[in-house]
């Protein structure tokens, strides 16, 4: 508590309400007290750190796949930033502060080489088998290797390759832990050129269960 020295117009030292006093070099000096920074948090700050925070929780453990899913963005920004600025805007929905991830929204990588049209996922034992049509017309090369993706969003894991089969072999296998059995996963492809310059926006395949 605030003490007042000289009558309520003199000056005082310590906090009388929202103000606080104090006496240097014979001067009385009084100043606002500072608001709480959690206090002045506004709902949109709270909003936007909800988001980044979810979305920072699905994407950490696929950093090093963003590295290569994102390299053509990653010209200003890291590629798990440029992931980051898109997962954010495009794939958490949902009102604050029950936000949920959209993974049919969410890209795992995003370039201008020629995707795919037609891909699907099946489990088989311990493993998941990717497969596609290449596209009748615009294909892409032929040398123009697999990335797959798969998230388990229950685990907070992931497995993944950069460096798969050729599109021209028209399917991909992934092992997967035994520990993931019985958990539902996300699954995505892309492409990336032979030469690592280009990379194919990801297409969402669903989500499958593990057995």
């Excluded at 796949?65 to 949902?94: C, D």
């Excluded at 493993?127 to 998230?151: P, R």
């Amino acid at each position: 508590m605030g003490k007042i020295n000289q009558g309520i117009l003199g000056g005082f030292s310590g906090r009388v309400g929202s103000v606080i006093g104090s006496i240097r070099q014979g001067i009385n000096m009084m100043r606002a007290k500072p608001n709480s920074p959690y206090k002045s948090r506004t709902l949109a700050q709270l909003q936007q750190r909800a988001k980044f925070a979810l979305a920072i929780s699905v994407l950490q453990p696929i950093t090093p796949f963003l590295r290569v899913g994102f390299k053509q963005y990653a010209y200003r920004q890291s590629g798990f930033n440029a992931a980051m600025s898109h997962t954010v805007r495009n794939a958490i929905k949902g009102e604050y502060p029950d936000y949920k991830v959209d993974y049919s929204n969410l890209i795992v990588a995003r370039g201008t080489l020629t995707g795919i049209n037609v891909a699907t996922a099946e489990v088989l034992a311990g493993k998941i088998k990717i497969k596609w049509e290449l596209n009748s017309g615009n294909e892409g090369q032929a040398t123009d290797k697999a990335l797959v993706m798969v998230l388990n969003p229950a685990k907070g894991q992931a497995a993944y390759i950069t460096d798969g089969a050729p599109r021209s072999a028209k399917s991909q296998e992934l092992a997967v832990s035994p520990y993931w059995a019985g958990d539902a996963v996300e699954v995505y492809l892309a492409f990336i050129s032979e030469d690592g310059n280009e990379v194919a926006t990801s297409v969402y395949l669903g989500a499958v269960t593990i057995v």
